[in-house]
Each structure stands twice: as C-alpha cells, then as structure tokens.
C-alpha cells in the first residue's frame, strides 16, 4: 500500500514570495506523483504530474516539484506567488505497476497568500 | 465535451434517509471512482469501477454501495445516511494515468 505525508497543514506566505509544499511518499513499488490544486468550492486540478524521466517537472501557473527517490520526497515549489495562489493543495500517488490507478492522497496544505 | 459531471451539487439529509448520487463522464474511459474529502484528511476513496458490470471497494465503503450498470455512468449510494456520511464527494474518471475529476457534492445529514 501507498501512503503520502503532507507535513505542513498550512503555509502562510507573502505575496511575490518563494513558497515550497512538502511532500513525502512512502511505497514498496514505483509510483506516479501527481500535485492537484482545490480552488475555493471547486473540483481539483491537475497542477503537474511525474512518470518518469527528468526529475524536475514543470507544472501550470509557474508550479514546478522536484521527485527525489532517496528521500521520497516530491515537493512544489513556485519562485513568487500571488494572491491567486491562495488555494488548497494536494500531493497523491498512484501505482501502476499494480494496476492500482487509484490516486491516495495526502491530507493537503492550505497555502494562505497575504498582500 | 462536459468532462465528469456529479449531480447533483448540493443536498441536506436526514438521518436515516436513503440517496443516490450520479457520475456521468463522456470521455469513454474504463475507470471511475468515488472519494469523500473531510478537513484535514484530504480524499479518501471509497469505492471504484474498473469497468462496464465491475465495482471494488476502496479504503472507506462501510455504509455505501456502487453501481456501474452503463460504462459513462458509476452511481454512490447511501442506504441510511447517518451524519458521519456529512462530507464533498468527488467522482473521478481516468485514462492511462490522468484522473478527471467533477466540482463535488456537499452532503449534509442532519
């Protein structure tokens, strides 16, 4: 079985300042790893996702996350935020090699932008 | 093209009382799933369908149940709703490894 740790349930942060969203995995096979964003009293959105290949992943709205297979870790990072970055945020996995599509999901990190 | 659409958006029950939530998806794809989303424990599934006839069980199906009669349609239903059932539910669909998820319906059992 999958799990994911989202250690900061909250992230309050100024405007146009740098922001990173942990994340850690825990998985006795491959996973896929996915960051989705809840806007206020909506669905999620897919911010990006990483398969394979390059470590780094660049993601809509200027989000990237870093996959890092030691630490198990797949944090979101975006250079300066803005007020519209106000939303909830979560990590989750899937693993394929199981057939298990099914994403499992962290607890979420509401990240809080302030003027 | 709609994408995943739940309906409907918004309902109160009383405990006890019995209803059927709809997923419908024009997208032709084989997977479907139901989550809950409670605060601080992000989405949990609770059952899911890997085809037409086929439903399994997720993480949280105590007091739920699923049909997948039609491929674009997987149904969640609540025999006797009880407050703990309070919740968002999100339907989901996926190809390959995107899942598509529809905008939710707020539950409330009173």
């Known amino acids: 079985a999958q799990s994911v740790t989202q250690l900061d349930s909250q992230v309050p942060v100024f405007e146009e300042a740098p922001v990173e969203l942990r994340c850690n995995y825990s998985s006795s096979v491959s996973v896929y790893l996915f960051w989705y964003v809840q806007y206020p009293n909506q669905g999620l959105q897919l911010l990006l996702k990483?398969?394979?290949?390059?470590?780094l992943v660049k993601g809509i709205n200027g989000f990237e996350a870093e996959f890092n297979k030691s630490q198990t870790s797949f944090h979101l990072r975006k250079p300066s935020v803005h007020i519209s970055d106000t939303a909830e945020y979560f990590c989750a996995v899937s693993a394929p090699d199981t057939g298990r599509r099914a994403l499992t999901f962290g607890s979420g990190t509401r990240l809080q932008v302030q003027p | 093209n709609a994408g995943v659409t739940q309906t409907p958006k918004f309902r109160v029950l009383k405990t006890g009382q019995s209803m059927t939530l709809l997923c419908a998806q024009d997208?032709?794809?084989?997977?479907m799933y139901w989550y809950r989303q409670d605060p601080g424990m992000g989405l949990r599934l609770i059952h899911y369908?890997?085809?037409?006839?086929?439903?399994a069980k997720g993480e949280v199906p105590d007091g739920y149940n699923v049909s997948r009669l039609k491929k674009q349609n997987f149904l969640l239903g609540l025999e006797s709703a009880a407050p703990s059932q309070t919740s968002v539910y999100f339907c989901?669909?996926?190809?390959?490894?995107?899942?598509?998820f529809g905008q939710g319906t707020r539950l409330t059992v009173v």
């Open positions: 369908s890997v085809g037409e006839g086929t439903t």
């Open positions: 990483y398969l394979s290949g390059s470590t």
């Open positions: 997208m032709n794809h084989e997977y």
């Open positions: 989901a669909s996926s190809k390959g490894s995107l899942a598509f």
